[in-house]
């Protein structure tokens, strides 16, 4: 369902060649330096163009969709990352965001005694406030540098 160049089983972290000719692949403003892909990042046309195919098929039958084609798309799209990340689907799940990420991962971690769950000082507000409950919470430390 997802297109073949999508599935490129060659495609891994090590064969992407990144750099400046990439800017061609997005909609950005070519007058402009974008330089804050971690809070709003632009999504490259290819993703867009499958993303548009993905949503019409989605509204022309919308139950049959849900039903019976977004389940296997989805397993699909975590083959897809699983291969380029060099590891099992299993081992992946989508999550909405990164904020949301940050927050699974710390409220399923067990703290130690003696444990602390380090950030820097620009660690996002949300984030900082989940590692201090989680720490408070588990009678861990944090530290912020």
């Known amino acids: 369902m997802l297109p073949a160049a999508m599935g490129d089983a060659s495609l891994s972290l090590k064969t992407l060649n990144l750099g400046p000719h990439l800017r061609k692949e997005f909609a950005l403003d070519s007058e402009y330096t974008f330089c804050n892909q971690a809070s ?11 993303q548009k195919r993905i949503l019409d098929d989605m ?24 291969n380029l990340l060099g590891t099992k ?8 965001n990164t904020t949301t990420a940050i927050n699974t991962i710390l409220k399923s971690t067990v703290l130690q005694p003696g444990d602390a769950i380090m950030g820097t000082s620009l660690t996002y507000g949300a984030v900082q406030f989940t590692i201090k409950e989680t720490a408070r919470i ?4 944090f530290l912020f540098y």
């Open 89 to 96: 689907k299993e081992n992946l799940v989508f999550i909405a």
């Open 138 to 141: 588990q009678k861990g430390g």
């Open 40 to 50: 709003f990042g632009a999504t490259p046309l290819c993703v867009l163009d499958v």
């Open 59 to 82: 509204n022309r039958w919308p139950c049959h969709f849900m039903w019976r084609k977004s389940l296997p798309l989805w397993t699909e799209a975590l083959q897809l990352l699983a």
